[in-house]
């Protein structure tokens, strides 16, 4: 009978647990975003959206030349933006890569998609092709890109196992994933982070490393959010 009184007490201390202390418990984070935080994405103002994502204060914006040094594209390389939004990296990776070069646009948003190709053709850049993405992949061609990069996109990803094993499958072999995102501290990121993004740091890596990933390094420059540098193995 012990171990019925060892499972009761287990079942009474989950009932009286405060609401959410499981999911912020180390551990046990959801395994994915809530679906909420994607909604606004559905049916977007464009410009409403422009405006926030590219903005002077927004840290990834004010960095952009730097985060696009760091990332030493060469021309002629096939990268995906995958969270592209509004494009702001899009437009710059396909100035980087040149004509030969290839960029593709992955959003769950049609919107954004769309503006992003019309931006692209306005500022003659041919070499951008729109995808509109899922949650579940992110509809490229297997070992089709030479790098693969996320800004303040992966607290979004509803199913992470799923869209980081696609992500593995479409960088060609020695590829890199790239991935930005906010700094989630207890007790140190603001209530906006600790409510918005579901993992920290070190939990997200774990996630990566999992679906076949290796952390090769991470670029300190940034202060909100960590810059992390993963790569497929040639092997």
Same mark, same amino acid.
């Given at each position: 009978? @012990?171990?019925?009184?060892?499972?009761?007490?287990?079942?009474?201390?989950?009932? %009286?647990? *405060?609401?959410? &202390?499981?999911?912020?418990? *180390?551990? %046990?984070?959801?395994?994915?975003?809530? =679906?909420?935080?994607?909604? =606004?994405?559905?049916?977007?103002?464009?410009?409403?959206?422009? /405006?926030?994502? #590219? @903005? =002077?204060?927004?840290?990834?914006?004010?960095?952009?030349? @730097?985060?696009?040094?760091? %990332?030493?594209?060469?021309?002629?390389? &096939?990268?995906?933006?995958?969270?592209?939004?509004?494009?702001?990296?899009? %437009?710059?990776?396909?100035?980087?890569?040149?004509?030969? /070069?290839?960029?593709?646009?992955?959003?769950?948003?049609?919107?954004?998609?769309?503006?992003?190709?019309? @931006? &692209?053709?306005?500022?003659?850049?041919?070499?951008?092709?729109?995808?509109?993405?899922?949650?579940?992949?992110?509809?490229?061609?297997?070992?089709?890109?030479?790098?693969?990069?996320?800004?303040?996109?992966?607290?979004?990803?509803?199913?992470?196992?799923?869209?980081?094993?696609?992500?593995?499958?479409?960088?060609?072999? /020695?590829?890199?994933?790239?991935?930005?995102?906010?700094?989630?501290? #207890?007790?140190?990121?603001?209530?906006?982070?600790?409510?918005?993004?579901?993992?920290?740091?070190?939990?997200?890596?774990?996630?990566?490393?999992?679906?076949?990933?290796?952390?090769?390094?991470? #670029?300190?420059?940034?202060?909100?959010?960590?810059?992390?540098?993963? #790569?497929?193995?040639?092997?």
């Amino acid at each position: 009978m @012990r171990w019925l009184r060892i499972s009761l007490v287990l079942v009474l201390s989950l009932l %009286l647990m *405060p609401a959410g &202390a499981v999911a912020e418990s *180390p551990g %046990l984070a959801p395994t994915g975003a809530d =679906p909420a935080i994607n909604r =606004p994405y559905l049916d977007p103002d464009f410009e409403q959206w422009k /405006g926030r994502f #590219e @903005r =002077p204060g927004r840290e990834v914006y004010d960095h952009r030349e @730097r985060i696009l040094e760091a %990332l030493a594209l060469e021309s002629g390389a &096939a990268v995906a933006d995958v969270g592209a939004g509004t494009g702001l990296f899009t %437009l710059l990776f396909a100035e980087a890569v040149g004509e030969e /070069g290839r960029v593709y646009a992955v959003d769950i948003s049609r919107t954004f998609v769309d503006n992003i190709e019309r @931006r &692209a053709a306005a500022a003659g850049h041919e070499n951008v092709i729109g995808i509109i993405g899922e949650q579940a992949g992110v509809g490229l061609d297997a070992e089709s890109v030479d790098l693969v990069f996320t800004s303040d996109t992966y607290h979004h990803f509803e199913q992470p196992e799923a869209m980081v094993r696609a992500i593995h499958a479409a960088l060609r072999p /020695g590829g890199e994933f790239v991935l930005i995102d906010f700094e989630r501290i #207890e007790g140190h990121s603001s209530r906006w982070i600790l409510e918005h993004v579901r993992a920290g740091k070190e939990t997200v890596i774990e996630e990566v490393e999992a679906e076949g990933f290796r952390l090769i390094g991470e #670029e300190d420059f940034l202060n909100e959010n960590y810059f992390l540098r993963f #790569e497929k193995p040639a092997s």
